[in-house]
């Protein structure tokens, strides 16, 4: 069962989890002289973004990617990519490095080999996976019904990320598959809503991980889970 932490309104929980991920990645660089972030998009982690890149740590020591992306130019405002180099690659936190999943492959089906490629050079465990989920209990790009999830999901694939295509959402994607995701020293689900913490409860229950494949993250005891909720 993941720990569960409750605050009383996001801009509390954004002050915690800025602390937390902070002394996390601290923690990586005293032990291991680097540390690692992988981050999700959306609007739901664009304050944390803001309050993490004034926290005060060796950021030039620090790599940063995401755990998914859709195929789309990192100029793009439906970019992951642009998302965090606007909020989070900014202030102290500019210093750090970035490693992107979008390549000049046309395709993402194209693109994969390089990205993992690029993902490989990353020192892991990551220190730090920041997660959110949809309310159809999607994670990453790990979304119900999509073709390739079966394989995404797989521990055995040998894989780091694969292409994707959300059956309803647009855009192909690239998505770091589930035995990426697990190797990761902490795993941090950030929710806000009444809602998020509906669909939280939904996926805890016993159920088909693909119809929620936020339940492959919950149910495993490889990477140890916290959630951070708000109304």
């Not at 079966?150 to 780091?160: I, V």
């Amino acid at each position: 069962m993941p720990a569960f932490k409750e605050f009383k309104d996001s801009a509390t929980l954004v002050a915690a989890l800025g602390d937390q991920v902070a002394e996390l990645l601290r923690a990586g660089i005293r032990a291991r002289g680097r540390a690692s972030l992988v981050v999700s998009g959306g609007s739901t982690p664009v304050p944390f973004f803001a309050v993490l890149s004034e926290r005060a740590l060796d950021w030039e020591k620090v790599s940063i990617t995401l755990a998914d992306e859709r195929w789309v130019d990192p100029a793009d405002a439906a970019s992951n990519e642009h998302l965090v180099r606007l909020h989070l690659l900014q202030n102290r936190a500019a210093a750090a490095s970035f490693v992107g999943l979008k390549t000049e492959a046309p395709t993402a089906v194209q693109g994969e080999k390089e990205c993992g490629e690029h993902l490989a050079l990353l020192p892991r465990p990551f220190d730090v996976l920041i997660l959110g989920m949809g309310n159809d209990g999607h994670t990453a790009s790990l979304f119900p019904q999509a073709a390739r999830l079966d394989e995404a999901l797989a521990l055995d694939s040998g894989q780091l990320c694969m292409a994707i295509t959300p059956p309803a959402a647009p855009h192909e994607r690239m998505t770091l598959t589930l035995p990426a995701l697990l190797q990761s020293r902490q795993i941090i689900l950030h929710l806000v809503g009444p809602g998020k913490r509906e669909v939280y409860e939904k996926a805890l229950a016993k159920g088909p991980v693909v119809e929620m494949p936020i339940r492959a993250v919950l149910g495993q005891a490889t990477a140890p889970v916290t959630v951070f909720w708000a109304p």
